[in-house]
């Protein structure tokens, strides 16, 4: 009878979830995958075989029910042995981070005296140039999120006291080149504020941190450029239950069910942003995904015009017009010419590639 009994709980295990994978999901999956495409046949691609393998790959993918099973696999995992089927590492208190970041914080990602010196002549050749055409050159140290979470971070990961950011951090005060620290600065605001500036299910800073640093660095322009007069104004700071979706993107990347919530709420806010001049400062920002948020928000437009924004010196945007197709060295070279200041800026674990090879003629 019990042998009876087991079976047929485990037939209606089997077909419970034969049901859910069946029903339609609200979202598609996300994370670090790509979705693929149907393959077009030819007969070099029949007879190399790579037709099969590419129809294969594709098939496997559009099976109906499929994303489902993933994500109950992966809240199964996720659920009884805290194992992530993503690019995640999950540390203490049920916190979110990316392995890039925990090697800059342990320091074993470290970059060569050399190569660091030769990317800093590079930096010392741009701000030569800027100075002979009259623009100013900015360096902003974005935050990461190992520096807030220490206590969360896996012990296999020991936090060192040499990092490619302290040695840039020696190069830089060496040289005077003007530097906006934006993390130290938000930890300084972490310590009284009651809302976070990093989630626990994302990598990026939220919504408050990333507006607080804006405001630094457009306080900071109105200080060093008497004709930048702008100011940013936060009003009616209040509490936000739903993270956005770039506070949330290590967590949805999990594909799970259920994601995981960690912060009780969120720090939103009216906006004000006043603008004296009559005509607007042209900005060129060389930066990782972490100037996203303004460009993508669309704030930045309202302060800086034109906006040129290069996706780790790689994929040139100018705001209102999108990614531009011209060849990257036209284009700098245009928006250099366009700009009045010159930002680079890169979240602490990113010092490792920073400036993405930045060239000058």
Not at 85 to 95: D, Y
Not at 160 to 188: A, C, H, M, Q
Not at 256 to 268: A, E, H, M, R, V
Request: aromatic share 16%; hydrophobic share 40%.
């Amino acid at each position: 009878m019990k042998c009876k009994l087991s079976i047929f709980l485990v037939l209606g295990l089997f077909l419970c979830i034969i049901s859910i994978s069946w029903i339609p999901l609200t979202s598609p999956l996300k994370g670090h995958f790509e979705k693929k495409d149907l393959p077009k046949w030819s007969i070099s691609n029949w007879m190399n075989l790579k037709y099969q393998d590419s129809f294969e790959d594709w098939f496997r993918d559009e099976l109906p029910g499929r994303q489902n099973l993933i994500r109950i696999r992966n809240q199964w995992d996720y659920s009884i042995w805290r194992i992530p089927h993503a690019k995640i590492v999950v540390g203490k208190n049920g916190n979110f981070f990316e392995e890039s970041y925990l090697n800059y914080f342990s320091g074993t990602d470290l970059i060569s005296d050399s190569i660091l010196n030769y990317r800093f002549t590079n930096i010392e050749r741009l701000e030569k140039i800027c100075f002979e055409h009259g623009k100013k050159l900015i360096i902003a140290i974005a935050p990461s999120k190992t520096s807030f979470f220490v206590k969360d971070i896996p012990d296999i990961y020991p936090q060192s006291k040499t990092t490619n950011l302290t040695r840039w951090k020696r190069k830089f005060d060496k040289s005077g080149i003007p530097v906006i620290d934006l993390s130290e600065y938000l930890k300084n605001v972490a310590d009284t504020s009651n809302y976070p500036i990093f989630p626990k299910e994302g990598i990026h800073w939220t919504e408050y941190a990333n507006i607080l640093a804006l405001e630094k660095i457009v306080n900071y322009l109105s200080e060093i450029d008497p004709d930048f007069n702008n100011t940013i104004k936060l009003k009616n700071i209040k509490k936000r239950y739903l993270p956005l979706d770039y506070e949330k993107d290590l967590g949805e990347a999990l594909n799970l069910f259920i994601t995981p919530k960690s912060d009780p709420f969120f720090g939103t806010f009216d906006l004000s942003i006043e603008s004296k001049p009559e005509k607007k400062h042209g900005l060129l920002c060389i930066s990782d995904s972490f100037f996203w948020q303004w460009y993508g928000s669309g704030i930045i437009s309202k302060i800086f015009d034109p906006c040129w924004f290069f996706y780790y010196n790689n994929q040139p945007y100018l705001f209102g017009s999108g990614l531009q197709t011209e060849p990257i060295d036209t284009l700098f070279q245009k928006a250099f010419i366009e700009s009045d200041f010159i930002l680079l800026m890169a979240t602490e674990a990113n010092f490792k590639d920073f400036p993405w090879n930045i060239q000058f003629n």
